[in-house]
């Protein structure tokens, strides 16, 4: 037998007979939900504005963005952007952004405005948006849920606490207001590949147990 697994072995009944209680399927699901659940599924996702200029030129703004203004008609007096501005809206009432509207200028000293529609991102809102150096921001729409535990492995080296590897797959989970800003934008679902089988490690700690990244 491969000497590593005999310590293994070994070990697991010992850790048993020292500690009054060990760890299972349901602490490590609670775990990595809980770490997960703060993580969040973050994407870089963009809305395609018309210009009130040009009907042909689309700008891509991205949500997470301290601050959007999109006009609501061209300069021919019609209306444009109804879809960007529906998925806005959408998260303006969840309170991620605060709606306001102004008359802007077509140009400097001109007479001639177009309406525009301004968001502004709320503190909430922040809580959501990752903003990254040099590139868009990241914006949160859901967590991953563990589905199932395939294996765990409890190890403990002398003097430290118990590190458990965790094999477990999970799914997706949206905001509840996400399936209504998709179909909005004439989306189904988001075009997420399945991650699979996945590994957490996970270390007990005076706070109870966590993922291995939080002790870093």
């Known amino acids: 037998m491969n000497k590593f697994l005999l ?3 070994i070990l697991t009944p010992l ?13 490590y699901t609670k775990t990595i939900n809980r770490f997960a659940k703060e993580q969040g599924v973050c994407l870089p996702l963009a809305l395609n504005v018309q210009h009130s200029s040009d009907r042909n030129v689309l700008i891509p703004i991205a949500l997470g963005s301290s601050e959007i203004k999109i006009a609501a008609e061209n300069r021919k007096g019609q209306t444009i ?5 529906a998925q806005l809206d959408i998260l303006a009432d969840e309170g991620l952004y605060k709606k306001t509207k102004e008359n802007k200028p077509i140009k400097q000293d001109s007479d001639e405005t177009i309406p525009i529609v301004i968001y502004t991102l709320t503190e909430e809102g ?5 903003v990254r150096k ?41 905001e509840t207001w996400l399936p209504e800003l998709l179909e909005a934008g004439g989306l189904q679902k988001l075009p997420l590949t399945p991650p699979g089988i996945q590994t957490a490690i996970l270390v007990e700690t005076d706070d109870g147990w966590k993922d291995v990244r939080e002790t870093r």
Request: with cysteine; charged share 20%; proline share 3%.
């Open 81 to 85: 952007n109804r879809t960007a501005l």
């Open 15 to 27: 850790l048993a007979a020292c500690s009054g209680s060990q760890p299972d399927d349901e602490l």
């Open 7 to 9: 310590g293994t072995l």
């Open 134 to 174: 040099d590139e868009s921001p990241l914006f949160c729409v859901g967590r991953m849920e563990v589905t199932k535990i395939h294996a765990s492995a409890l190890s403990q080296q002398t003097g430290r606490h118990l590190t458990a590897r965790v094999d477990y797959e999970s799914k997706f989970i949206g």
């Open 126 to 130: 922040q809580q959501r948006s990752h």
